[in-house]
């Protein structure tokens, strides 16, 4: 990634780690690190390893952990990485290797977010579930979007579960507007 282009933006996400192979392990580590030297920041989520988390593929995808300021993963992604059943115990060792947060997508049980100063959990929205596909991207897009926007953890997890929740719902339209998003939360929260 040329220096130029990160001097031009304000985040840099890294996602499909397995479906990537020339670009596991090291150049990871080395992509986020450049971010991390520009100022930019930085997350990761990695997906499910399509070869069942042998030692090998975890060693690669925990050297990019130092350079991750938000890991996002679903529970299993994160007990794997984090080589613990709980998923908390998990996402507080992926901490521990490096990362500053972890957001844990939990599916009808929202999301929560664990870092060295705590744990924030928020419960999901109850959607009829039409469009699963994709629904962890929308939420990490939205998760970040609300934190540059300068939102707390807990606005921005439910945000992106409010996000998450109008993709799922609705395969013809999965990409909310902001002001979708907007009146869909006001809703929820003022009984309009």
Not at 31 to 54: E, I, K, Q, Y
């Amino acid at each position: 990634l040329p220096t130029k282009i990160l001097n031009q933006v304000d985040h840099l996400h890294r996602a499909g780690f397995w479906w990537t192979p020339r670009l596991m392990g090291r150049p990871t580590a080395l992509l986020l690190s450049r971010a991390r030297r520009a100022r930019v920041g930085t997350s990761l989520d990695m997906s499910t390893d399509p070869f069942g988390w042998t030692r090998e593929r975890l060693r690669a995808a925990r050297m990019a952990l130092p350079f991750v300021d938000t890991f996002f993963g679903n529970e299993v992604e994160v007990s794997a990485l984090g080589g613990d059943r709980s998923p908390f115990e998990a996402a507080r060792r992926i901490c521990a290797m490096g990362a500053r947060e972890v957001v844990i997508h939990r599916g009808d049980r929202g999301s929560a977010w664990i870092s060295p100063d705590g744990i924030e959990k928020v419960p999901a929205f109850s959607v009829p579930i039409e469009n699963p596909t994709g629904c962890g991207d929308v939420f990490n897009a939205a998760y970040v979007y609300a934190r540059f926007g300068g939102d707390s953890v807990t606005e921005a997890l439910r945000f992106a579960n409010a996000c998450s929740a109008l993709h799922i719902r609705d395969r013809r339209h999965p990409y909310s507007r902001l002001s979708d998003v907007r009146r869909f939360l006001a809703s929820r929260f003022t009984g309009s």
